[in-house]
């Protein structure tokens, strides 16, 4: 071979190794991994039905995110708005009257028609329920009946602008009337949702096929699978083995081991739970303002976020997370300015006698070592407590009597509806059901009643970050971490939408790629 | 078995069976909080509890009824062989402990299988090789083993088998590589124990008359031991058995828990935790009777191979 013919050769093999090379670094844009149409998916889901699938229980958070049970409405948690699903537009009629007109050609999965009778007959049933839902109830609904083919009327004891928000809970969920049986309900081919559910392992998951006539078009998975999986760090694994494509509702003690796998894509979002230092306002020593503000004033929330929830909560600002649209985003995290409240503690007059009791609920196992710290902080400005761990269902009724000086606890502000109205009239106002802290201040509830009958949301939610501003002027408790909703991905998921109010997982336009 | 002693067991059954359905009903109304409230709160997650809600709810399974009365209310229904209704699936009881006891059994069987014949094997060795090398290895993995919790090696075997390796699922129960690593947890404390009561048994058959007896009269090393050391040697193994396979019928919680089963702990926990007393009554009188009947076969079997005991329960 001579010199020539060897750098001809060089030349053309370093060619082709460069353009190789091109090739392999720029992926041309069919190279993008494409939809696998025969693919499922499976769901670690924190939830297991217990209720035989009764829809005014949280067993319908499973129909739903199983994309089997459908609503007339949903709520938009990216929007925080009311968009159409069974019904494609809704109306007030009267003051007390919604009317939702629904959506036309739309089946159930054993291929009976949706028609208002139908409908009526199915938020008929929750109504009747011996322990009805939270949303869907005969105090906030008298009456649900077809007024045509397609028109649905659902009529209210009072004027109630959220009407459309309670119809978007899972609990007003329709199935047709064959899922209505003496047994119970059977929701297996009576949904209209882009999944059928075929078989259920008991207390172990639910097998779902693509419905192929779905009215909202294409399904992308071929099927997929909720599991029941209670236990949160079993979750975790679940996705980081790759036996799970998504795992919902990932505890704070396995983030870190998540977020450091590549394989596994973590979400995170605000949920509408806030941990909360609840203090009696009804009786000393937090019945003082001053007592209570000092309270707020010696807790050091950011070091709260990062020690116990290791990151996955963000210290609070108020009485609501800084997403929600009703949120004042002037707010502070309040600082630690251990001067100032050992100050307020002087000025409040407070002579301790005795420890204060700090109760932790063994429902949340984080709140032990929150209630250390508290009394840690607490003792820096000269207040003494102990931390006792009891199971809520055993502290309750004391609770609510008054017989109490401080609780751990949290609550989801949007458990009955995608709004915080119940929240703040249970939780707040003088004669609230759940006024865990004995709070009443007469300007509070005249901002909740002035909210109440606003259709307009704008202003409503300035009502409602107006009350909130109250609450939070008045120190009525520590609210101390905005808990994080943290779901887990497997690599080849595509179209999720992450919920925080975990109504919605298996969609339409969920899908894996091959 | 006399008809004496066949009376004898089955009252002792009907006894436990009642006494231990009693205790767990008045669990509930036992504990601080009201049962009615545990009961809506499992179905759903509700803070604020409407009181006409708690009262309907309450008046329909008839639950602010004397106390007395509902346990016999249910004993009439038990005696004619109905369970009851869970207060919160609102489904018949059986539904639910039939499809829980058969899951638990086949958990608690295999594992006990598996510890069976893992610790006759280890107990042999050691026995025979007794201050030997295997005997201290053998005697000190056992004895570490049993310092072990479940709730700390269920999730150490998960990191290793179903993380790291990827050779096993982390949790379910739908297929046999499923059950590995469940049984692997629920055996690792039996063999341990059983180990030790098998080297025990071994070596006191070694030393005992008849087989100083069978040696003299020329039999083999090998023979010596298969006939006549070893099924002596496994006498008090049985009964450990039957302890054990007792035990894990309603009290592998933390284990069903963690790999996500749906065995009888975990429902009878469950039910106890949100007050659904008929469950837990229902799941609690098939898991001791399961416990009687299975130390009641493995005290026959005891008593088939062991003529002292055979002896000593006909002069009683």
């Given at each position: 071979m001579n010199l020539g013919r060897l750098s001809a050769t060089a030349v053309f093999a370093a060619t082709a190794l460069a353009l190789t090379a091109c090739s392999a670094s720029t992926p041309s844009p069919t190279s993008a991994p494409s939809v696998d149409r025969e693919a499922r998916a499976v769901v670690a889901n924190f939830r297991a039905p217990?209720?035989?699938?009764?829809?005014?229980?949280?067993d319908a958070y499973v129909l739903s995110i199983a994309g089997c049970l459908e609503t007339l409405v949903k709520y938009?948690?990216?929007?925080?708005n009311i968009e159409p699903m069974l019904a494609e537009s809704w109306k007030q009629s009267s003051d007390t009257a919604w009317d939702f007109t629904l959506r036309q050609n739309v089946k159930f999965q054993d291929g009976t028609a949706l028609d208002a009778k139908a409908a009526a007959a199915s938020l008929n049933h929750v109504l009747k329920a011996?322990?009805?839902?939270r949303a869907v109830n005969p105090k906030t609904i008298s009456k649900v009946s077809a007024v045509d083919a397609d028109t649905l009327r659902v009529t209210t004891p009072a004027a109630d602008p959220l009407l459309p928000y309670r119809m978007a809970s899972v609990n007003a969920g329709i199935l047709a009337p064959?899922?209505?049986g003496a047994d119970g309900i059977d929701p297996f081919g009576h949904c209209t949702g882009p999944f059928i559910p075929v078989s259920e392992k008991a207390g172990q998951s639910l097998s779902l096929d693509r419905?192929?006539?779905?009215?909202?078009?294409?399904?992308?998975?071929a099927g997929g699978e909720i599991r029941y999986i209670t236990e949160g760090p079993t979750r975790a694994t679940q996705v980081q083995t790759g036996e799970a494509d998504i795992s919902m509702s990932i505890p704070a003690t396995s983030l870190a081991t998540l977020e450091a796998d590549n394989s596994v894509k973590v979400l995170k979002a605000d949920s509408p739970r806030t941990a909360t230092l609840y203090l009696?306002?009804?009786?000393?020593p937090f019945d003082n303002l001053k007592l209570r503000q000092a309270a707020t004033m010696a807790l050091d929330l950011p070091a709260i976020a990062a020690s116990v929830y290791e990151g996955a909560a963000q210290p609070a600002?108020?009485?609501?997370?800084?997403?929600?649209?009703?949120?004042?985003?002037?707010?502070?995290?309040p600082q630690v300015n251990l001067e100032e409240a050992k100050k307020l503690v002087a000025d409040s007059g407070y002579q301790q006698d005795k420890p204060l009791e700090i109760i932790a609920i063994?429902?949340?196992?984080e709140f032990a070592a929150v209630g250390a710290i508290i009394q840690e902080q607490f003792k820096q400005i000269g207040l003494q407590a102990n931390v006792v761990t009891k199971s809520y269902g055993s502290v309750e009724p004391e609770v609510l009597a008054g017989n109490y000086d401080m609780i751990l606890s949290q609550r989801?502000?949007?458990?009955?509806?995608?709004?915080p109205i119940g929240f703040l009239q249970s939780d707040?106002?003088?004669?609230?059901?759940?006024?865990l802290s004995h709070y009443c201040n007469k300007d509070f509830d005249a901002l909740i009643e002035k909210a109440?009958?606003?259709?307009d949301q704008a202003t409503r939610h300035d009502l409602y970050r107006q009350a909130g501003d109250v609450l939070a002027a008045d120190a009525?408790?520590?609210?101390l971490v905005n808990e994080q909703a943290i779901d887990a991905l497997g690599s080849?998921?595509?179209?999720y939408v992450q919920d925080p109010l975990t109504?919605?997982?298996?969609?339409?336009?969920l899908a894996k790629t091959k | 078995m006399h008809f004496a002693t066949a009376l004898r067991r089955v009252l002792g059954l009907g006894a436990a069976v009642l006494l231990s359905s009693f205790a767990v009903f008045l669990v509930p109304f036992v504990s601080p909080g009201d049962p009615v409230r545990s009961m809506l709160r499992a179905r759903m997650d509700v803070g604020a509890m409407d009181e006409a809600t708690v009262q309907a709810y309450a008046e329909q399974f008839g639950l602010y009824d004397p106390l007395l009365l509902q346990f016999g209310r249910w004993l009439g229904r038990f005696f004619r062989g109905d369970m009851g209704i869970s207060?919160?699936?609102?489904?018949?009881v059986a539904d639910l402990v039939l499809p829980a006891i058969g899951v638990t059994l086949s958990l608690a069987g295999t594992a006990l299988l598996v510890a069976v014949l893992v610790s006759i094997m280890l107990g042999v060795v050691a026995a025979v090789r007794a201050e030997g090398w295997p005997d201290r290895v053998i005697t000190s993995a056992t004895h570490a083993l049993i310092a072990i919790p479940e709730y700390a090696l269920a999730p150490l075997l998960v990191l290793l088998?179903?993380?790291?390796?990827?050779?096993?699922?982390?949790?379910?129960?739908?297929?046999p590589a499923s059950m590995v690593l469940p049984v692997l947890v629920l055996s690792l404390r039996p063999i341990s124990f059983f180990t030790i009561a098998v080297r025990s048994g071994i070596l006191q058959a070694l030393d005992s008359e008849h087989v100083l007896a069978a040696r003299a009269r020329g039999l083999g090393a090998t023979r010596t031991l298969v006939r006549h050391v070893i099924p002596h040697g496994l006498l008090p193994l049985w009964t450990m058995v039957g302890v054990w396979f007792a035990g894990l019928l309603g009290g592998s919680v933390i284990v069903e828990v963690i790999f996500a089963i749906p065995g009888m702990g975990r429902l009878i926990f469950d039910a106890i935790v949100d007050a659904d007393i008929p469950v837990a009554q229902g799941g609690v009188v098939v898991a001791v009777a399961c416990a009687v009947l299975a130390t009641g076969i493995i005290d026959l079997l005891h008593r088939r191979s062991d003529p002292r005991v055979r002896i000593g329960a006909s002069r009683g």
């Open positions: 217990v209720s035989n699938w009764a829809l005014e229980s949280d938009d948690s990216t929007t925080q011996t322990a009805p839902a064959a899922a209505y419905n192929v006539n779905y009215w909202g078009g294409d399904v992308q998975l009696n306002n009804s009786r000393a600002t108020g009485p609501f997370a800084p997403s929600e649209s009703w949120a004042n985003p002037d707010l502070q995290v063994t429902e949340r196992a989801n502000r949007m458990i009955d509806i995608a709004d707040y106002t003088c004669d609230g059901g759940y006024n109440l009958p606003k259709t009525a408790n520590v609210w080849t998921v595509q179209g109504r919605y997982v298996l969609t339409k336009d | 207060y919160i699936s609102g489904t018949p088998f179903a993380v790291r390796l990827s050779w096993l699922p982390s949790a379910g129960f739908d297929s």
